[in-house]
C-alpha cells in the first residue's frame, strides 16, 4: 500500500464508518455466530504474497462483521456505555499516523504537553480542587491511562510504596497490609489486590442505604484489623457502582482515612462523567478527603476507548514507586516537565489526549452536559413506562441513564425473561446480583439513542414479559 492507495483505502474506510454508524439500527446487535467461527473464514496461516486493498475491504463484511456486538447500537443496553463520536474517531486516526510513542517529554513534547492541559480541562470541568491539576504548580496532576482497571492497581501499588516507607521499607510487612471496598465495588478492585499482593476486605452495605459505602462501618474494620496487627492503607470508594449505581458516602468515609493515615481513591469510572454537570456534583462532596480520583471519559464524554482520567493529590509517590531510569530514558529536561512513564504500567502510550482535545472543542461543555441529560431523561422515561405496568418492580433509584428492574417474582423468572430477551437479539442486556437477588439492567447508552429506541425497547420487555409468564 502506497501513498496513493491509501489515500483512497483511507476515503472507503472513512465512508464505511459513517454508513455503519448511521445505519445502525438496522443490524441485529448481537451476533449469532458459533466459538471459532472466524476459522472458516481466514486461512491457518499468513499469505506467503501481499494481496490487494480490495481484497482486504471485501473481507471486513464477510468476515468482521457476522461477529461484531454492537455496542454502539441504539438498542444495546448492556454492561456499561462506551462512548464513540466522529470528533473522536478522526483523533484516534491522527494518532495512529503520528504514531507517537508518549513515555517521556522528549519522546514527543507536544504529546505529554496536550496530556496534561487536557487533564487541567477536565479537572476544571468537573470542579476538583485545584490540587489535582499541574495549572496549581504543586505535586498533583492527571495522567490518561487505558482504563480503571490499571488506574485502581497503580494507585494501590502507590498507597503500598507510601506506607512501606513509612514503616522503614521493610518488605516482610507486604502480608499485613490490608485494602477496603464496599461489596459492590467492581471486579477489578479485587483483581488490583490480588496483583498487588495485599489483601483486600469487602465492607458490608445495605439495600436501605441503597448500598453505599459508611464511614462507621469503615472505621470499625479498621479497628479490628489494627487490633490484630494488621496494617490498613488503602480505601477504594465507588461512585456509580456497575451493577446498580449505588454511591459510597465519600465525606464519612474520607474523614475516617484522614483520621487514619489511609489512602482514599476513587473509582467513579462509570458515572464521572456526569459530575460535569451542576445538579450532579454533590455525589463529589467530601472530594477534599481524596489521594487519587478516577473517572472514565470513554464511558460518556464520546471519547472513544481507551482513555481513563486519573488525577493524582501528590504525584511523587506514583513516580517513586515506578520510577526506573536507564540511560536511554534520560534527557536533559527531566523534572521540568512530567515523564509519564514514570505514572503507568506501560512505558509508551498512544497520543490519546488528541481524542480529548477534539471532542471537547468540537461539542464545548455544554455540548456534553446536553448528551448526558438527554440520556438521563431516556432513563427517566424509560422508568414512567415501567412504572405503568405492574407485572414490573424497580430495584433501585433511577438516577442517572441506568434502570435496574425485574419482573415481580422469582430470580428463575427473571433470568428465563433475561434470557428470551438476549436469545431474541432486538436488543441486548447484562443482569447483575445484588444481596443474592437477579437483576436486570437497562443502560441507555448510545450516542444516537431516542425515544423511539426506548420505546422499541419497552414493546420488546412486553412481549418477552408475556412469553416469560406464560411459559
Known amino acids: 500500500m502506497d501513498a496513493t492507495v491509501f489515500r483512497a483505502a483511507a476515503r472507503q474506510i472513512a465512508d464505511y464508518i459513517v454508513d455503519y454508524i448511521e445505519n445502525i439500527r438496522e443490524r ?169 499482593a495485599v489483601q483486600m476486605k469487602l465492607l458490608p452495605t445495605i439495600a436501605s442505604d441503597n448500598h453505599s459505602l459508611r464511614g462507621d462501618v469503615l472505621r470499625e474494620q479498621i479497628k479490628k484489623d489494627r487490633a490484630n496487627g494488621l496494617i490498613p492503607f488503602f480505601v477504594v470508594a465507588t461512585l456509580g457502582t456497575t451493577g446498580i449505581l449505588a454511591f459510597d458516602n465519600i465525606t464519612e468515609v474520607g474523614k475516617v482515612c484522614s483520621e487514619e493515615n489511609v489512602w482514599l481513591h476513587i473509582d467513579a469510572a462509570y458515572a464521572g462523567s456526569a459530575y460535569i454537570c451542576p445538579e450532579f456534583r454533590h455525589h463529589l462532596n467530601g472530594i477534599e478527603y481524596v489521594s487519587s480520583f478516577n473517572m472514565n471519559p470513554y464511558k460518556w464524554l464520546l471519547i472513544s476507548f481507551d482513555c481513563s482520567a486519573l488525577w493524582l493529590k501528590n504525584r511523587d509517590y506514583i513516580v517513586d514507586a515506578f520510577n526506573v531510569n536507564p540511560v536511554y530514558l534520560q534527557h536533559i529536561h527531566q523534572g521540568h516537565m512530567p515523564d509519564f512513564r514514570d505514572w503507568q504500567i506501560s512505558l509508551a502510550s498512544p497520543f490519546r489526549s488528541l481524542k480529548m482535545w477534539f471532542v471537547f472543542r468540537s461539542y464545548g461543555i455544554k455540548g456534553l452536559q446536553n448528551h448526558i441529560r438527554k440520556q438521563v431523561g431516556l432513563a427517566k422515561y424509560f422508568q414512567s413506562l415501567l412504572l405503568k405496568d405492574d407485572r414490573f418492580e424497580l430495584s433501585a433509584p433511577v438516577e442517572m441513564n441506568l434502570v435496574c428492574f425485574r419482573l415481580k417474582g422469582t430470580d428463575a423468572l427473571n433470568e428465563k425473561f433475561v434470557k428470551l430477551i438476549n436469545d431474541g437479539k432486538a436488543i441486548h442486556l447484562t443482569p447483575t446480583r445484588v444481596g443474592g437477588q437477579f437483576i436486570i439492567r437497562f443502560m441507555v447508552s448510545a450516542r444516537t439513542i431516542e425515544v423511539r429506541d426506548i420505546d422499541f425497547a419497552w414493546n420488546e420487555f412486553q412481549r418477552q414479559a408475556l412469553i416469560a409468564l406464560t411459559l
Open 28 to 196: 441485529p446487535v448481537f451476533p449469532s455466530v458459533k466459538p471459532g467461527y472466524i476459522k472458516q473464514y481466514i486461512p491457518s496461516t499468513a499469505p506467503q504474497n501481499g494481496e490487494p486493498w480490495s481484497a482486504i475491504f471485501a473481507d471486513i463484511d464477510r468476515v468482521i462483521m457476522p461477529g461484531i456486538t454492537h455496542w454502539q447500537s441504539p438498542n444495546f443496553h448492556a454492561y456499561f456505555m462506551t462512548a464513540q463520536s466522529y470528533p473522536s474517531v478522526i483523533a484516534d486516526m491522527l494518532s495512529s499516523g503520528l504514531g507517537v510513542l508518549g513515555f517521556s517529554w522528549i519522546a514527543s513534547p507536544a504529546c505529554t504537553e496536550l496530556e496534561m492541559q487536557m487533564m487541567d480541562w477536565l479537572a476544571k470541568m468537573l470542579t476538583l480542587p485545584n490540587h489535582f491539576m499541574f495549572s496549581n504548580g504543586g505535586k498533583g496532576g492527571g495522567v490518561i491511562m487505558n482504563s480503571a482497571s490499571e488506574a485502581t492497581l497503580i494507585t494501590l501499588l502507590g498507597a503500598r510504596s507510601k506506607v512501606l516507607a513509612e514503616h522503614g521499607n521493610d518488605k516482610t510487612l507486604i502480608t499485613k497490609l490490608v485494602a477496603y471496598a464496599s461489596d459492590q465495588s467492581h471486579s477489578s478492585v479485587e483483581r488490583a489486590a490480588l496483583l498487588g
